[in-house]
């Protein structure tokens, strides 16, 4: 055989798809049911399992006495959001697989800007280790210590993007119910306003997204059940 029929042969056998790309929708769906279900095991251990018991807002002397005592349960709650932090990665990376059928563009669209926020949301933790390292000033390590909750919940206004995307996504995917899509793109809008009132409003607490988290719920429970039954290739 010469080169050209070589070439020519290599050229008309499609590239094999490598990584995240290559799983098959069922896969895709179960990789990302299982990060998801850990993400809100571990998320919920690390902030209202760590975090808030020992980070009391304006009380820095209190907050210094509760971290030095228990710096294994702190940093244990830091752990806990790094693992976060890597699988919003992964379910990124899967979620995109899923729905790439769909809309490759806003499917790749939703995967990046979740990969950003967990990024963002590296970059806040890393606030938590500044603080600790300045507890001997508690004064000063409560503003760094604060600051993780502020830069969460603002680049969770990326999350909530990404949210609106996969919801819009999922209404029109076909292969899953529409109201999740719908309950999705509530989910989203809630972090997108706890975001905005973060940003613009004096003295703002996030409220909207723990009150409209059901979509995320909803979505974790049809990945790990309904999945199975989607394609094995």
Do not use: C
């Amino acid at each position: 055989m010469n080169h050209s029929t070589l070439d020519s042969t290599r050229a008309a056998v499609p590239p094999t798809p490598m990584g995240f790309t290559a799983w098959s929708p069922r896969t895709a769906a179960l990789v990302a049911g299982v990060a998801l279900a850990l993400m809100a095991v571990l998320g919920g251990f690390g902030n209202f399992g760590a975090l808030v018991p020992l980070v009391i807002p304006g009380d820095a002397v209190e907050t210094a006495r509760n971290i030095s005592g228990s710096p294994l349960l702190f940093f244990s709650g830091v752990a806990s959001f790094v693992v976060v932090a890597l699988l919003d990665i992964i379910v990124a990376g899967a979620l995109y697989t899923l729905f790439k059928p769909v809309s490759r563009r806003l499917s790749a669209a939703a995967a990046w800007i979740r990969t950003v926020y967990a990024v963002l949301l590296l970059v806040a933790i890393s606030r938590l280790v500044v603080g600790f390292s300045m507890l001997g000033d508690p004064e000063t390590a409560l503003p760094v210590l604060e600051s993780f909750t502020t830069i969460w919940v603002i680049s969770l206004g990326l999350f909530g993007a990404s949210l609106l995307l996969v919801g819009y996504l999922a209404f029109r995917a076909g292969f899953m119910a529409k109201v999740v899509g719908i309950l999705l793109a509530v989910a989203g809008a809630g972090y997108l306003a706890d975001a905005v009132g973060m940003v613009f409003v004096a003295g703002f607490t996030a409220v909207f997204a723990q009150f409209l988290f059901v979509g995320e719920v909803t979505m974790i429970f049809w990945l790990l059940i309904r999945g199975r039954r989607l394609a094995a290739h």
